[in-house]
């Protein structure tokens, strides 16, 4: 048959994934406002997007709001650990409340990037996402596939984008030439 000796089963925590904010906005003000807060709480942002097609809500939130005009990315040089999601997207609700003081419209999306996908922090429940707890979904938008990011069928119609899938593409290079790196 094989070999007879058992295979002892370890289990490891993955190294850091790199760590990203999907932000929709109305005014710049704003959007500079939420740079100076995140990198006094999360770390120096080391790539920032240009303007991106404008975030597309879901059906159920259509009924009660609409996006913000503008839409970018900023990464963070702090790696995160996948269970910090969680607090994450807490932190980051506590930040979209302040900002949309001024602007109600104003919306983020806090994720991450591994070398085999990019995840979100959603807080509705449905059929594609996971559950994790304290009210946050996890939701895979991209699977790394024959040498790039393929965009799942249930992902936010954002990540279909040519713009968004060019950069999340391209975070990934940068993420696989210094995953090693402190």
């Excluded at 906005?25 to 006094?40: A, P, R, W």
């Excluded at 059906?59 to 269970?83: A, D, M």
């Excluded at 922090?121 to 559950?131: E, G, I």
Aim: with cysteine; aromatic share 14%.
């Amino acid at each position: 048959m094989g070999n007879s000796f058992p295979t002892i089963e370890t289990l490891e925590r993955p190294i850091g994934a790199s760590f990203f904010l999907i932000c929709s906005f109305q005014n710049d003000d704003n959007y500079f406002e939420l740079k100076s807060i995140t990198e006094k709480k999360f770390s120096k942002t080391v790539y920032e997007s240009n303007d991106l097609p404008k975030w597309e809500l879901d059906e159920v939130e259509r009924l009660v709001g609409i996006p913000g005009k503008n839409t970018r990315i900023l990464s963070f040089l702090r790696r995160v650990h996948r269970e910090e999601l969680v607090q994450i997207k807490k932190e980051c609700v506590e930040i979209q409340n302040q900002i949309r003081k001024t602007d109600p419209l104003f919306r983020l999306i806090p994720g991450y990037l591994t070398s085999h996908n990019v995840i979100i922090a959603q807080s509705k429940d449905d059929f594609h996402r996971t559950y994790l707890f304290a009210g946050v979904y996890a939701e895979i938008v991209y699977i790394f596939h024959g040498g790039s990011f393929s965009v799942l069928e249930t992902a936010p119609k954002f990540f279909k984008s040519k713009e968004a899938l060019y950069f999340f593409n391209n975070l990934r290079q940068s993420y696989e030439y210094n995953k090693f790196k402190d």
